[in-house]
């Protein structure tokens, strides 16, 4: 076991949003290292059963502006903070920007405040690499260019996390560290509607239906495997030289959507096939490819995951999990009948 994951033994961490995929499997993860890791979750965007069983796990169930709930788990000591919980995803905050604001922006400064109050070592805050920067950015994305001619309201407030970690980190020298996501995927993110790109065409594609590109399918996106995406924040918790910093946490490639629907119609025998819509207004970047040389340098991070064999990895945990998946995917009341309504008349155009 290298040096930087035997430090996590016998620490106590705080994991936000540690039911998504992201949380998840780092709880899993840390726990394994032999640290206790409370997570807390409100299960709006997953499901209690996400949430790892194990030794030394303890799970509080609610959101991050109730200050009932942050007293409770800071009174726990965590000396690591991963603040992973946010109001996802860009549709989501052009259709509910003020609960994007108390969320993103007011519960990211509440943590920053008990972080600071409580003696926490270091606060890792999980930004998005596919919100800092602008659409006119040259690629590959590196992290001194930044817009603030920015498309949706959840891109403006995982800025402005940032800029509350540099506050608190200059005014009150609080340790943190501004890791970017690009486009993660893998084993524990359930479907739903506004969740990512990969984990609902799997979805659709194991029901039959056709995989709806907005675009012309020639758009790209930096594709990142959940372990890998794990292993940077572990590195990001210990190193020195992560502090203070943000970098990208990413593949380094390209993929582009329509060859993402073909490899997944393949592996899920989908005879759906694909079908176009027009973008949506807010995707202003029509390809997306991160550098992540300032990883690499700052904290020896190597994504060691091809996107296949971890397209293949999350497609299994599809199968293993369809039930508790099924009964999970958070589409809204409307869709289902919306599915069997546009099966319906596809099948009547083909008789």
């Not at 949706?152 to 980190?169: A, D, H, R, V, W």
Request: aromatic content about 10%.
């Amino acid at each position: 076991m290298e040096d930087y994951l035997a430090s996590y033994q016998g620490k106590t961490v705080l994991v936000t949003g540690g039911a998504g995929a992201i949380g998840s499997n780092l709880t899993k993860t840390l726990a394994s290292l032999g640290a206790r890791v409370i997570v807390l979750d409100d299960l709006s965007s997953s499901a209690r059963w996400n949430v790892p069983s194990l030794p030394g796990v303890l799970f509080v169930e609610g959101d991050i502006l109730d200050e009932v709930l942050l007293k409770r788990v800071f009174f726990e000591s965590p000396q690591l903070v991963f603040h992973l919980a946010a109001f996802f995803a860009n549709q989501n905050s052009v259709d509910h920007p003020e609960n994007d604001l108390m969320v993103n922006g007011l519960g990211t400064l509440r943590l920053l405040e008990y972080a600071v109050l409580t003696g926490v070592e270091r606060f890792v805050y999980a930004s998005s690499g596919c919100s800092i920067y602008g659409s006119d950015t040259p690629l590959p994305l590196k992290e001194e260019f930044m817009s603030m001619h920015l498309s949706t309201p959840y891109q403006i407030t995982k800025m402005l996390g940032e800029l509350y970690c540099n506050f608190f980190s200059d005014h009150y020298g609080l340790q943190v560290v501004k890791p970017r996501f690009f486009n993660s995927y893998g084993p524990g993110e359930v479907p739903g509607q506004y969740r990512n790109v990969i984990p609902n065409f799997i979805y659709w594609a194991m029901m039959g239906q056709p995989l709806p590109i907005t675009g012309s399918g020639e758009e790209t996106r930096d594709f990142t495997y959940v372990d890998d995406i794990v292993d940077g924040l572990l590195r990001a918790a210990v190193f020195e030289s992560a502090v203070g910093k943000e970098f990208n946490l990413a593949s380094g490639e390209e993929t582009m959507i329509i060859d993402l629907a073909n490899m997944i119609n393949a592996a899920t025998d989908n005879p759906g096939g694909i079908r176009f819509s027009e973008r949506r207004k807010w995707d202003t970047k029509s390809r997306l490819l991160a550098s992540i040389d300032l990883a690499k340098h700052l904290i020896d991070y190597n994504p060691g995951t091809p996107f296949e064999e971890g397209l293949q990895n999350t497609v299994q945990w599809f199968r293993d999990n369809w039930d508790l998946i099924n009964a999970s995917a958070g589409f809204g009341p409307g869709i289902s009948s919306a599915v069997r309504d546009m099966k319906a008349v596809e099948n009547a155009k083909a008789g």
